[in-house]
């Protein structure tokens, strides 16, 4: 039996059970609610999940079609909510004085019910998290790249690797002190910030070997050596870590960036009162760190890194020290017409000589 089962099944052993037999039907990401995890939630309280496994689109859909029925707590990533609460009504309020406060890391709970607050009513608080940032072969590129414009420095000319992408302009923007999330209710002020990120990325265009497409393209082009500094997501740089300990994921200095799915209440949610208990029960270290297992990502539970895998424990705090966490930038809803302006600035860097 493995040191957290031991933990949890301790921890479990004190908690007084209850009768209740309610269900909670979970509408979630793989990963999010193993196997292991809903039986020792069973054990404590006496409830049964229920688990429909989905994704962003389908998780709208879904409640879309109901108006907010069929499933008692849903996991969205956290820029699907307040668009899809002001527009379809389909998610209900959080009660946060039913929710261990305690138990979140406070940055990122105090982000995400920001960027989840439609009329002063919360509507998200967060489970699972990841960032993009840097990705770097520390033997070859030194201390040279410590922020996403570093790329563009001559030390790692023909040696760099970024997507043509959304992140791409946003990370850019963020090195170069601006602050694109803030400038999202001022389009005007976007062009601007965006023009600035545009005639940077054709500057530093000479620097980059090629513009990756997909993961494995990605991994290969580290692995071989061909690219020494990239943008890309934590998850991969740890796994590249495996295989070769000078590359290593890093966040930048002028933040990560970060994505975090969600627990929200569906508007016709039958068991509110069983969402809250297992909200609270997998936000506890032991269980998060199952959780962290089995998805492959952290979570915002504070204090659950202590309890993974001792090698993944030892990346996770390697590229992340409490200063980056509280440093991240999480994305918030993407306003209309801000995609476009992004669309036709990558297209002309795409062209650019």
């Not at 940077?200 to 993961?215: M, S």
Request: net charge negative; glycine share 10%.
């Amino acid at each position: 039996m493995s040191r957290t089962i031991l933990l949890t099944t301790t921890l479990i052993a004190g908690m007084a059970t209850t009768a209740s037999a309610d269900t909670l039907r979970l509408l979630t990401w793989g990963g999010y609610a193993p196997d292991e995890v809903i039986e020792l939630f069973e054990q404590k309280t006496g409830h049964t999940v229920e688990v429909t496994k989905s994704n962003n689109e389908e998780m709208i859909a879904k409640l879309r079609a109901t108006g907010g029925g069929g499933f008692d707590l849903v996991q969205p990533s956290q820029d699907r909510v307040m668009g899809p609460q002001m527009e379809f009504g389909i998610y209900k309020p959080i009660d946060m004085s039913k929710i261990d406060e305690s138990l979140f890391i406070p940055s990122m709970l105090m982000a995400t019910m920001a960027n989840t607050t439609v009329n002063d009513e919360v509507y998200g608080v967060p489970h699972v998290w990841g960032t993009s940032g840097l990705v770097l072969n520390t033997a070859e590129a030194g201390d040279t790249v410590k922020d996403y414009t570093d790329l563009c420095d001559p030390a790692v000319a023909g040696k760099v690797t970024y997507r043509l992408k959304r992140p791409t302009l946003i990370g850019f923007a963020f090195a170069m002190g601006e602050d694109p999330f803030a400038a999202y209710g001022d389009e005007e002020k976007y062009k601007e910030i965006m023009g600035k990120v545009e005639a940077k990325l054709a500057e530093c265009k000479p620097n980059v070997k090629t513009y990756w497409g997909g993961g494995d393209e990605l991994m290969n082009l580290v692995r071989s050596g061909e690219v020494t500094a990239s943008m890309a997501w934590d998850t991969g740089g740890w796994k590249l870590n495996d295989d070769n300990a000078d590359i290593t994921f890093v966040a930048p200095a002028s933040g990560a960036l970060g994505w975090i799915d969600t627990f929200v209440l569906p508007a016709k949610g039958q068991a509110d009162d069983v969402a809250y208990e297992w909200i609270n029960f997998v936000m506890q270290p032991e269980i998060a760190a199952m959780i962290t297992a089995a998805a492959g990502n952290f979570t915002a539970s504070a204090g659950a890194d202590e309890y993974v895998e001792d090698g993944l424990k030892a990346k996770y705090q390697n590229s992340f020290p409490q200063e980056a966490i509280d440093n991240i930038k999480w994305y918030p809803p993407v306003p209309a017409g801000l995609e476009a302006i992004e669309g036709e600035v990558l297209d002309r860097v795409q062209a650019a000589n």
